[in-house]
């Protein structure tokens, strides 16, 4: 096995709680949780990050000009208050209202907001607790020499890959426009989530 399916193997066990004689799975992804949750910060930048494999595929490479940061989301769909005016009883509730945008794309644009120097590359999910969702960011700085000089990554340094997060340009912010949906169920949200009389949502 290569080292990047042992790495992918074991925070797999330790998503899904499992324990064995070597390892107490469970309590490892339990003590990360809690020294995620003692970090005062939302946004806090790490030095590498904590699923490799899973930062390779997105584009992460550990060189000057990528950075990572791990950003703390609560969970949840939001604040609803009641509406105080008079509304039709099914108008009325506060419950099963959604976000119009993913908790991932909300971190993404926090982290770009935080670090207005550097573009987004991606993120993906490395926990929750009863109150939080975690995510790292990969960040890129389109100022930096090493990457003008990456054949993979310079690509980034053109004017129209400016603010990914914001326009909805990443991965998690193309699913909150209706970018990706396909089959029965979808026609509304193409071309976008604002198409078709807003019916997308």
Known sequence: MSFSTLVQ??????YEGKKSKDYD???IYRERLIGFRRTLDA???IEKPTNIPRARSLGYKAKKGVVVARVRIRKGSGL??????????????VMKLTR???VQA??????????PNLEVLNSYWIGEDGQH?????????????????DKEMNWIVESQHTRRAERGLTSAGKKSRG???HGKGSEKTRPGIRAKGRKGK
């Open 80 to 93: 609803h208050r009641k509406p105080t005016r008079g509304r039709k009883p099914r108008r009325m509730g």
């Open 25 to 27: 799975y469970r309590g």
């Open 179 to 181: 970018r990706i949906s």
């Open 133 to 149: 969702k975690y995510f790292e960011v990969i960040l890129v700085d389109p100022a930096a020499p090493e990457i003008m000089a």
């Open 100 to 102: 119009r945008t993913s």
């Open 9 to 14: 193997e074991s925070l797999q066990n330790e």
């Open 106 to 115: 909300i971190a993404e644009r926090r982290v770009g907001k935080k670090y």
């Open 43 to 45: 946004i806090v930048r």
